[in-house]
């Protein structure tokens, strides 16, 4: 009963099992960036980020077709462009952050659109651009891992920088030029994680297992360290969980991935140890 | 015809002088505009519009494709639902030519997921469908045991085939999730006629029919070509017959991306079974996908074939986790630009056959 409940899927499709190591290979790696995202406050920016991708990706499919990489590239090289531009006039300018992003994000987005209709192509290229954690390939895999082991060894570089940014952000300003530097590296984690997702879960979906886990660890944990443990923990389980919904209700694998997700992030919401509406109410009465 | 008092966008066209002399045709798909040519030949002023290459099902109008249909002296269609678009495009454009449909002498086949919600009113020249208001012995899929009901409603031809069994595993796979075709309604009936070459028989003559009402001076022409190109469509459907015989009996059912091949099923005793949602927007679940190996496996289906409009990494890991092999491209709504391996009606009707036979006889 159990076996044929949560193994037998795995054990007797190989679609399954390459389903369950490509998305938790995105959880090692997006999870943790998920994290530093909220704790400075820039959870939508993920969500911007999306959709300076998706035009990036879109113009590599229309420039080589159906290729990951050509794809991957376009998307990248897309997010990296926004992320600086976006960078450079929040630095130079009165304007904060989110509204330089947005301008730019959307600028691409509209870009992106025109040129996919002045193509003429009739094909419905987010058909396409919609991966599915179903038909993950060999390249595809490889691409996930590549990508979430780079971005493990680069929040390891980065850590400390990172951790005082989220912080005190003035402070790391005031005592180093390593700020600027710090805060460009990060975006272009942002954007490589956001990529990888969009493999396997599709555009929107790759914002949701960033953000959506690290929400819920919010709730369990204040500390940094804590945070991310409980955030991939979270993200593992809601895969496992996903596909299996997948499977058995015959929902979409994406969308099962993240109301897994969502479903943990409500209990967190109701019962979490640290600032959940229980714990804040009843338990420490003092500081409401 | 008076298609100068058509609208205010009829202003701007240029009408060339020549024109005068031949008719305008237009018709809306590539398949339909090859056949349309085989009939008219040189005698006409032919265009298309969603061109070879193009989806119809996704197909926008442009005002391009208005200023098209309101030069047209006759405009030629596929019905059946296939040309959603093509009723407002009439209006808008101010069309003020003859519109024939060709698919009025041919006998309708059943798209059975479908069936749910559709009004008869896109329907009317389909009137004599009424035995196909009663849905409801539809509505239980489940019951595949009894095969009976189904087979005089969607069986087009009267031949004992057992070739409604496709259809009625894609609406097995359908229960759950009937909003799966939304980029992809054409309402209750399969418009995909034209892929049983006896009724291309019916198409042609239906063109032929129209072009001489239309152009009475060279009705004789009009019906010598169409007596050419019958004899031609009969070779066709003798040829066809004869590439698909050498594929053995209990290896004649296929899996494709899109559900387009029902007429083809029918007339040439094949199983066509698509892995449904991949045709749309809509992204398969893990149980669809799961569902479909099995019967791969169970049924020990040869091949799977790859469309051009659909992603074809799903198609490959089902390939990779079953013995089927990824058997090549089949063309079913539209032909390929010229050169291409489908470039006329004759020519992609040959090609599927030869794909097909080609993967499921094993001699490749």
């Known amino acids: 009963m159990i076996w044929d409940f949560l193994i037998a899927p795995f054990a007797e499709f190989g679609f399954m099992r390459r389903a369950l190591i490509g998305s938790l290979a995105i959880c090692i790696g997006s999870v943790p960036v998920g994290v530093f995202l909220l704790l400075r406050r820039m959870s939508l920016t993920g969500d911007a980020m999306a959709h300076a991708i998706l035009p990036g990706a879109a113009i590599g499919f229309l420039i080589s077709g159906l290729s990951v990489m050509a794809m991957t590239i376009g998307g990248i090289l897309a997010g990296l462009l926004v992320a600086l531009l976006a960078g450079l006039v929040t630095r130079g300018t009165a304007l904060k952050e989110d509204a330089s992003l947005a301008a730019f994000y959307l600028i691409s987005l509209a870009f992106g659109v025109s040129l996919i209709a002045m193509n003429g192509s009739t094909v419905d290229v987010f058909h396409v651009l919609f991966g599915s954690v179903l038909a993950l390939n060999t390249a595809a895999l490889v691409l996930l891992a590549t990508i979430s082991s780079m971005t493990l060894v680069a929040l390891a570089i980065f850590y400390r920088p990172l951790a005082l940014e989220c912080v005190d952000p003035g402070f790391l300003r005031s005592v180093s030029g390593f700020s600027a530097y710090t805060h460009f590296a990060f975006l272009a984690l942002v954007v490589l994680n956001l990529v990888a997702g969009f493999q396997a879960l599709g555009t929107l979906m790759s914002v949701g297992i960033m953000i959506v886990p690290a929400a819920a660890a919010r709730l369990w944990s204040t500390a940094i360290t804590g945070m991310i443990l409980t955030a991939v923990i979270f993200a593992f389980a809601s895969c496992i969980a996903g596909l299996l919904l997948s499977f058995h209700v015959s929902v979409p694998t994406g969308p099962a991935i993240i109301i897994s997700a969502g479903a943990i992030y409500v209990v967190s919401v109701v019962f979490g140890s640290e600032g959940g509406l229980i714990s804040s109410r009843f338990l420490q009465p003092q500081q409401s | ?364």
């Not at chain 2, 798909?29 to 996704?58: E, M």
């Not at chain 2, 569902?291 to 020990?300: A, C, D, G, T, V």
């Open chain 2, 1 to 364: 015809m008076k298609k100068l008092l058509a609208s205010t966008i009829l202003a701007v066209v240029p009408t060339t002088a020549f024109a005068a002399d031949k008719i305008n045709v237009v018709t809306s798909f590539s398949i339909l505009n090859d056949i349309t040519a085989n009939i008219g030949g040189d005698l006409i002023t032919l265009n298309t519009i969603v061109p070879a290459g193009a989806d119809a099902h996704v197909f926008q109008p442009t005002p391009e494709t208005a200023r098209l249909v309101a030069g047209a002296d006759l405009l030629l269609m596929n019905g059946i639902g296939f040309e959603g678009w093509m009723e407002r495009l009439e209006e808008a454009s101010g069309f003020e030519g003859t519109s024939i449909v060709v698919t009025s002498a041919v006998d309708v086949l059943e798209n059975e997921e479908e069936h749910e919600g559709h009004g008869d009113d896109d329907h009317d020249d389909h009137a004599d469908h009424d035995d196909h208001a009663d849905h409801d012995d539809h509505a239980d899929h489940d019951d595949h045991d009894d095969h009976d009901d189904h087979e005089e409603e969607t069986a087009a031809k009267d031949d004992d085939h057992d070739h409604d069994h496709a259809e009625e595993t894609a609406a097995k796979d359908h229960d759950d999730h009937g909003d799966d075709h939304a980029g992809h309604d054409h309402g209750a009936f399969d418009p995909h006629a034209w892929q049983d070459v006896d009724n291309v028989i019916l198409y042609a003559e239906a063109v032929a029919a129209g072009l001489a009402a239309a152009d009475p001076s060279n009705a004789a022409a009009y019906e010598a070509n169409l007596a050419t190109y019958r004899t031609q469509l009969a070779a066709l459907d003798t040829e066809i017959m004869e590439i698909l015989s050498v594929i053995p009996e209990g290896d004649r059912t296929v899996i494709t991306s899109h559900d387009a091949f029902g007429y083809f099923a029918a007339a040439y005793d094949l199983d066509f079974d698509a892995p449904q949602g991949m045709s749309t927007e809509v992204e398969p679940s893990a149980k669809d996908i799961a569902e479909l190996i099995e019967e791969i496996r169970e049924e020990n289906i040869r091949a799977v074939f790859v469309e051009n409009i659909t992603n074809p990494q799903f198609i490959e890991q089902i390939a990779a986790e079953t013995d089927a092999v990824v058997g090549g491209s089949l063309y079913s709504d539209a032909l390929t630009p010229a050169g291409g391996p489908a470039s006329t009606y004759i020519d992609m009707m040959r090609h599927n056959a030869t794909t097909l036979a080609t993967a499921l006889s094993g001699t490749n």
